[in-house]
């Protein structure tokens, strides 16, 4: 009787219990996660067109067979962009649909899709140039190009999905004086033109009023002048906003468009058509993005499930030693953004070679990436992207034309 109570009260020495024995949960989890990092790594090295080594033989065949083939990046990186055409050329897509409002496409569609000179001529000039998001830099422009030229002779197009950005008052002024056919449209276009062309980041300053006047004076005009009065007075929302409120409601134009343009295509083209998306890493997560938003990504995604279509993402970043260019034309490392993104993850980087994460193994341990307190944010980009690509010796990408100093002390 008296083992009995001692043995209920936890008295009673005997063997040890069996777990007592077993590795504790730390160097389980920290076993798991390294079995999982040697299932996950891969080495990848650019030469010239070509991503080798074994990461870059997965990509390119992952990439190839994507019905959408989504990227991801840090932005203003040279490496990054050849190695986003590298995955386009694979994948065969016609259609670019990118980080640039609808003005951007429009204008700058009919230069890329020639070999003229004419899209370089027109970026020889600064304030041209620096109208635009991205494309304004060299290589941006070459990644366009890939998936906008073929040998075919066949052209390709470029969907802008983004709000119109804030220093493309120029532009968005040419484009609304193309649609203009009245007297009173033209008249209202001439006097909005001096809001939009005030200084470099005029649209963030539009009064209200100016967008009312072009309301009143195309109520009647043409629905492309309406859709572009009512995305410009949105843009100029965005840029008042912050947080939650700017970002919530530029995620949900690009969803509008990229289903409008979607829908377009596969009318066209009878059947849903092959897409390269390019934006920032935010934009095409799962779910609820780092800004928590429902993204992109989650939507596209979604959409591709519906239609049968398959898709196939990436997130490509420029490593610790690595540097990007800013849109003023400077350029910084990338180190602070890499590691951010990455958290611990950052540290399993290598000096010798840039590599891949195929993120199926990483995923497979979902409560050991928390327990051993992978960041949030890599988490987040863990379970958005099927690849995440840390380059080595990125440099940054090049502006056709940089901005000038005084434009940014306005």
Not at 240 to 255: H, T, V
Not at 258 to 263: A, C, E, G, V
């Amino acid at each position: 009787m008296l083992k009995v109570i001692l043995a209920a009260l936890g008295l009673v020495c005997g063997p040890a219990l069996a777990q007592s024995t077993a590795p504790n949960q730390a160097q389980q989890d920290q076993d798991r996660f390294e079995k999982a990092l040697s299932e996950s790594v891969m080495p990848l090295m650019q030469s010239g067109e070509a991503l080798t080594g074994t990461g870059g033989a997965w990509l390119t065949e992952k990439a190839a067979k994507a019905g959408i083939l989504m990227i991801g990046e840090m932005h203003g990186v040279a490496d990054i962009a050849r190695a986003a055409s590298t995955l386009a050329r694979a994948n065969g897509a016609r259609i670019y649909a990118a980080e640039v409002g609808d003005t951007a496409a429009w204008k700058l569609n009919p230069l890329l899709v020639t070999s003229d000179g004419a899209f370089e001529a027109y970026m020889a000039d600064a304030r041209r140039a620096n109208s635009f998001a991205f494309l304004n830099m060299r290589e941006e422009a070459d990644f366009a190009r890939t998936v906008m030229r073929h040998s075919d002779g066949q052209r390709g197009e470029m969907w802008g999905l983004d709000q119109e950005f804030i220093t493309s008052g120029p532009v968005l002024m040419e484009r609304l004086a193309s649609l203009a056919r009245t007297p009173a449209q033209k008249e209202a276009v001439d006097k909005a033109r001096p809001d939009f062309e005030q200084n470099f980041f005029a649209l963030s300053k539009v009064p209200k009023a100016t967008f009312e006047n072009l309301r009143a004076a195309f109520a009647k005009g043409s629905p492309a002048a309406q859709t572009l009065i009512e995305d410009t007075a949105l843009s100029n929302d965005i840029y008042a906003a912050l947080g939650y409120a700017q970002n919530a409601p530029r995620e949900e134009l690009m969803k509008r468009k990229f289903l409008m343009h979607w829908r377009k295509a596969a009318k066209a083209r009878g059947g849903a058509p092959k897409v390269v998306m390019k934006f920032g890493s935010n934009h095409l997560q799962a779910g609820l993005s780092t800004t928590m938003v429902p993204a992109l990504g989650g939507f596209v995604r979604n959409l591709a499930l519906m239609e049968g279509k398959n898709t196939f993402s990436v997130f490509i970043l420029c490593g610790p030693d690595g540097a990007q260019r800013a849109f003023d034309g400077s350029a910084a490392s990338c180190q602070k953004e890499f590691e951010g993104a990455l958290g611990k993850l950052a540290a399993h980087a290598r000096s010798d070679t840039s590599i891949v994460f195929n993120t199926a193994p990483l995923r497979a341990i979902a409560g050991t990436l928390k327990r051993l307190n992978v960041g949030e944010d890599a988490r987040q980009y863990i379970f958005s992207y099927d690849a995440l690509v840390v380059l080595n010796d990125a440099t940054p990408a090049t502006h056709f034309a940089t901005p000038k100093p005084e434009w940014f002390q306005q």
